[in-house]
């Protein structure tokens, strides 16, 4: 028993890291996406970002349809959605599959990385 129990453990390590991200290979990113400021928030950077046009113009969503319309063009996959009630907000949580971390970002423009 005791030897299994071992083996497991220290079979562990790769199956908490078996998301390898070689290059060529997909992974997924994540976010979190809010309506009611149109912010956005990659987990991997954990600051939010206001969505803008190209040409630098503050997105306005009517909806979170729309919201989530925008963000499903751009590759982006809902996964869950989480209500906060004190808030009467919805945050949504989005997934990519991407092959590095700046297809994450592709089609997306934030009004913070804009040069002033």
């Known amino acids: 028993m005791k030897k299994i129990l071992f083996l497991l453990m220290m079979m562990m390590p790769t199956f908490a890291f078996s998301q390898n991200a070689n290059k060529g290979d997909t992974y997924l990113v994540y976010c979190v996406a809010y309506n009611h400021s149109n912010k956005i928030e990659l987990l991997d950077n954990k600051k939010s970002k206001t969505l803008?046009?190209?040409?630098?113009?503050?997105?306005?969503?009517?909806?979170?349809?729309?919201?989530?319309?925008?963000?499903?063009?751009?590759?982006w996959r809902l996964v869950s959605v989480t209500r906060m009630d004190s808030a009467n907000l919805?945050?949504?949580?989005?997934?990519k599959e991407v092959t590095s971390d700046e297809q994450a970002k592709e089609g997306l423009f934030f009004k913070e990385d804009r040069k002033k």
């Open 90 to 95: 919805n945050h949504f949580y989005l997934e």
């Open 52 to 75: 803008c046009s190209k040409d630098g113009k503050e997105l306005e969503f009517e909806t979170e349809a729309q919201l989530l319309s925008y963000l499903g063009r751009r590759g």
